[in-house]
């Protein structure tokens, strides 16, 4: 019996137009690392095919909390946040994917907060950096003090990318910390008690134009987050970080944006963090490097672009 099988209509225009080869572009996980400051670690980060992401939880500011069974207020947001990232729908443009995102938080934060949530100012919060695939581009996005490092492929050369008003602010904190030294106040406990109020006051300040940007359950940030397009073929490496990890930068001065990103790659983001500790133990009391924290939750991402080859049908 002659059995008669319809051609598909795809396969049909397949005959007629040649195909093209396109590039398809994703990200390879290279090295991580995450360890918490304190108790428990308000930081997070993941990654789909096309896309990695860093959260860097804000430290509760009062003992009042929406979600007891959490760890902490800012670290059940960095997971909700984190979770609707990886179920999202990644073909929509990044900015209107992220306010999809934290509509989705939003209903979770109101379906399971308990207690008191009409004082904005105490919804926890995080800092956020997220680098993406998007066609023959790497596109970077930041709101917050997160950092994001990234090697160029043709010169080596590394750059930096992210910055925020919370830089400034807290830049604020730590001279009030020195004044503090200075007039002898040097009991790590009594200088938090003293500079709390000015902590607080700046926490106010978060998405408004008066003070900084970043990412909390409103979205209201999403907008105003910094963006960067660069042709995929300028990125070799990229090293996202949380100000944590960022200190031996900033802070501690015993690296540069260079030699922080070279080194993740040489001895490992954990060799890293260890050396972050190994600082914050020798100096406890914050005195040779003043700090708002003794020690923050640490956390880095080592990614790099692979470039695959797809057919794709020329029109």
């Known amino acids: 019996m002659i059995v008669f099988r319809k051609i598909p209509f795809d396969f049909e225009i397949s005959l007629k137009e040649p195909y093209k080869m396109r590039q398809v572009l994703s990200f390879a996980i290279s090295d991580s690392g995450s360890a918490a400051g ?15 992401w860093i ?8 003992k009042e909390r929406l979600f007891p069974a959490a760890l902490s207020d800012a670290q059940w947001f960095a997971n909700a946040v984190d979770s609707e990232l990886r179920n999202a729908d990644w073909s929509k443009a990044t900015i209107p994917l992220l306010q999809s995102v934290m509509q989705r938080v939003l209903r979770r934060f109101h379906l399971e907060a308990v207690g008191r949530i009409d004082r904005p100012s105490l919804w926890p919060s995080a800092g956020f950096a997220l680098v993406r695939a998007w066609g023959d581009h790497i596109e970077f996005i930041n709101l917050g003090d997160c950092r994001v490092l990234w090697k160029r492929s043709d010169s080596g050369a590394i750059r930096a990318f992210g910055s925020s008003r919370v830089t400034e ?19 790590k406990d009594v200088v938090r008690k003293a500079i709390a109020p000015m902590i607080e006051a700046h926490r106010k300040l978060k998405n408004s134009p008066e003070g900084y940007w970043i990412l909390d359950a409103s979205g209201e940030g999403v ?27 900033d802070t501690y001065q015993q690296r540069t944006d260079q030699s922080l990103l070279l080194a993740s790659l040489d001895i490992g983001v954990s060799a890293m963090i260890h ?41």
């Open 38 to 52: 304190g108790t428990h670690n308000d930081d997070c980060w993941g990654s789909v095919g096309t896309a990695v």
């Open 55 to 62: 959260l860097d939880g804000a430290t509760d500011l009062t």
């Open 169 to 187: 602010l807290d830049g604020r904190v730590v001279q009030e910390i020195k004044r503090l030294h200075r007039e002898g106040h040097t009991n």
């Open 223 to 249: 907008v105003h987050a910094q963006t960067l397009l660069i042709e995929a073929a300028d990125v070799e490496t990229i090293l996202l970080c949380t100000d944590g990890y960022y200190r031996l930068v």
């Open 275 to 315: 050396e972050i500790r190994n600082i914050e133990r020798m100096d406890e009391h914050c005195l040779k490097f003043p700090r708002i924290k003794p020690s923050d939750d640490a956390t880095a991402v080592l990614a790099s672009v692979v470039s695959l080859r797809a057919r794709k049908r020329r029109t």
